[in-house]
């Protein structure tokens, strides 16, 4: 007997939501190509650095926990999210796209963090560090190359995990229609719901580099259990600033002074979520990605030099 939803037959409408998934196929091929291709450029520019980063990488890709994270994003977006009840009368696909998002972020800093910890802290304390800057290394390039290692898993967990949301995002409509006895979509729609909402994963993968570059920076001085309470502490500080801000200049002069130093001294979050778009169903319009790259870029630079700073006097015997 053919599988069904509500009476009708659930691989009929099959056809509807793989249509669009060519352009995830695309997508993917083209991310995996820019690394490749950044890869090789550094290796020409910086081969010192490259080396670093290549190792790093392949030592994050060899561990358990990068599978166990892809494993947990897998299970939540393709198994659990489409098939669990919102109530929300008709607007599951919201909740689906802002928690796919917020999954594929944490998941994300949590192994940009716990790769930082393991490849440098932990480097730090077994002595490993100080056998390679007997070599031809510097500081520099040793903070430099860790940094652009611990994005390389980074950026394979967001990408494998962003295909599978998108795959997930375009079944939800079709699900969501028959669930309700609703005409049967088309493919457009399909294709617009990934359409609005791919935005976010950008946004979430420059959100993951910014904290990358502060667990980093505080791996130079930290181990791993601090530099998670430390990184876990501005996510939830980040995320509040706009309304700490808003709150304090309607009441006294010094609370409103020590928000707006924490607004400049931590990342604005905020400037990475999308759920108003999501939300009200609007795209983000294409002049949004690059400030926010910008303001990531600034920003991972400032940290970085803050790593280079607290790991150039660092005692590593």
């Known amino acids: 007997m053919e599988l069904s939803l509500t009476g009708l037959p659930l691989w009929g409408a099959a056809s509807t939501w793989l249509s669009p998934l060519w352009i995830v196929v695309v997508g993917v091929v083209i991310?995996?190509?820019?690394?490749?291709?950044?890869?090789?450029?550094l290796q020409l520019a910086v081969p010192k650095v490259a080396a670093i980063a290549g190792t790093t990488t392949k030592e994050a890709l060899l561990?358990?926990?990068?599978?166990?994270?892809?494993?947990?994003g897998a299970f939540l977006l393709v198994v659990l999210f489409?098939?669990?009840?919102?109530?929300?009368?008709?607007?599951?696909?919201?909740?689906?796209?802002?928690?796919?998002?917020?999954?594929?972020m944490l998941l994300s800093i949590f192994l940009a963090v716990w790769t930082a910890s393991a490849s440098i802290a932990e480097e730090i304390e077994g002595r490993t560090a100080l056998t390679l800057l007997s070599k031809p290394i510097g500081r520099r390039e040793f903070i430099l190359g860790k940094f652009l290692g611990v994005l390389?898993?980074?950026?394979?967990?967001?990408?494998?995990?962003?295909?599978?949301?998108?795959?997930?995002?375009?079944?939800?409509?079709?699900y969501d229609a028959r669930e309700s006895s609703l005409p049967?979509?088309?493919?457009?729609?399909?294709?617009?719901?990934?359409?609005?909402?791919?935005?976010?994963?950008a946004l979430a993968f420059l959100e993951t580099v910014v904290f990358a570059s502060i667990s980093v920076a505080v791996a130079t001085r930290l181990p791993m259990l601090g530099?998670?309470?430390?990184?876990?502490?501005?996510?939830?500080?980040?995320?509040?600033?706009?309304?700490?801000?808003?709150?304090?200049?309607?009441?006294?002069?010094?609370?409103?002074?020590?928000?707006?130093?924490?607004?400049?001294?931590?990342?604005?979050?905020?400037?990475?979520?999308?759920?108003?778009?999501?939300?009200?169903?609007?795209?983000?319009?294409?002049?949004y990605i690059p400030w926010a790259l910008l303001y990531c870029v600034l920003y991972s630079s400032v940290a970085m030099l803050v790593a280079l700073l607290l790991f150039e006097d660092r005692d590593l015997a």
Do not use: H
């Open 184 to 201: 049967e979509p088309s493919w457009t729609q399909c294709r617009d719901e990934m359409r609005q909402v791919s935005p976010g994963l």
């Open 152 to 174: 390389g898993p980074v950026a394979l967990l967001s990408i494998v995990l962003g295909a599978l949301f998108l795959g997930t995002v375009s079944f939800k409509v079709v």
């Open 63 to 72: 561990q358990p926990l990068f599978y166990l994270l892809l494993a947990i």
């Open 227 to 287: 530099n998670l309470i430390i990184c876990a502490s501005i996510y939830v500080l980040g995320n509040l600033l706009p309304t700490l801000v808003s709150a304090a200049s309607q009441r006294f002069e010094i609370p409103f002074f020590v928000a707006q130093l924490l607004a400049t001294v931590l990342p604005v979050l905020e400037t990475f979520n999308i759920y108003t778009a999501i939300s009200t169903g609007n795209r983000v319009p294409p002049s």
């Open 82 to 104: 489409p098939f669990l009840p919102y109530f929300t009368f008709g607007e599951d696909i919201k909740m689906v796209k802002d928690m796919g998002l917020t999954v594929i």
């Open 31 to 41: 991310a995996l190509g820019v690394l490749l291709a950044a890869y090789i450029l």
